[in-house]
């Protein structure tokens, strides 16, 4: 496996992105940059344009506007393999169902280091065992893949874009569909492919997620980055009532500083009083 820490010193610049589909604006003069060894949580409402923003960057849709460079280099500029080198795609989901073994679902992520009709050889297998341990999945190498739970198969995904030695982990939603403790699962290995010196970019629906495990927010709204740091400094409790369109209060513990997202029931419902559901409120805090 390649050092990333040695690699990774660029990372990704996108500069005044655009796109629409037929006449619909769906991104407009966006822009961001980061580089290796950190998370970005990318954020906003449905129909943001947070996928397109990452079919962008991986090159699936046309540029139309704008500048995309990855370490450096200009998007278009780059082939499909050249692509896959520099850039790995971790899906919500794996589209249908793998009858393959763990070792082997991750042994495809080598595929792009040899040529079309080639084998993977001992490099690559050790590549594949490499990206396990790194995602403590070692123990269960054997099992099948579609006989695993959720968030197992995400974290297999996830070892799968490592073995492709790719600096770059685009993932879409990692934590969608998985229970609570999955969630963190996830959510602590993608941390620890940030130590690594991976630039990871991941999306999500929850804003608590970027709070407790992501360097930078990107947050998308009106078409555009309207908010692109730390998100201790960047999301405020106007800007995330407006995006979410109800309102929203940060609370920073005393204890340990951090920040837990949670609807304002003080607006959403001012003449209910002892409502059962106000005191029994899940706070998503990380231990």
Not at 143 to 162: F, K, N, T, W
Not at 221 to 234: D, L
Not at 240 to 269: C, M, N, Q
Request: proline share 5%; hydrophobic share 40%.
């Amino acid at each position: 496996m390649i050092n990333i820490k040695q690699t990774m010193t660029r990372g990704l610049d996108v500069r005044d992105l655009s796109f629409r589909y037929r006449v619909d604006d769906v991104l407009s003069d966006l822009s961001f940059q980061s580089s290796g060894g950190r998370v970005i949580g990318v954020l906003g409402a449905n129909g943001a344009g947070k996928s397109t923003l990452f079919k962008l960057i991986l090159g699936i849709l046309p540029l139309q506007k704008g500048e995309i460079l990855v370490n450096d280099m200009p998007l278009p500029s780059l082939s499909v393999r050249k692509r896959a080198r520099e850039m790995a795609y971790i899906p919500q989901k794996e589209a249908g169902a793998f009858q393959f073994s763990v070792s082997e679902v991750v042994l495809m992520g080598t595929t792009v280091s040899f040529g079309v009709f080639s084998q993977p050889g001992k490099k690559e297998v050790e590549k594949a065992e490499q990206a396990m341990r790194l995602l403590r999945i070692e123990s269960f190498k054997d099992r099948r893949y579609d006989q695993l739970s959720g968030g197992e198969q995400q974290l297999v995904l996830i070892a799968r874009a490592v073995a492709q030695d790719a600096p770059i982990l685009i993932m879409d939603e990692p934590c969608a569909s998985l229970d609570y403790g999955n969630q963190i699962r996830v959510l602590e290995q993608i941390r620890t492919l940030a130590s690594q010196g991976y630039l990871v970019l991941f999306s999500t629906h929850n804003p608590q997620h970027v709070f407790l495990y992501a360097d930078d927010v990107l947050l998308i709204s009106g078409h555009t980055a309207c908010a692109f740091g730390s998100p201790r400094e960047v999301l405020s409790e106007s800007l995330l009532s407006h995006v979410y369109r109800i309102p929203i209060r940060l609370e920073e513990s005393a204890r340990t500083g951090e920040v837990t997202v949670l609807p304002d029931f003080s607006k959403i419902r001012p003449n209910r009083k002892n409502d059962p559901a106000d005191r029994n409120h899940c706070h998503f805090q990380n231990t």
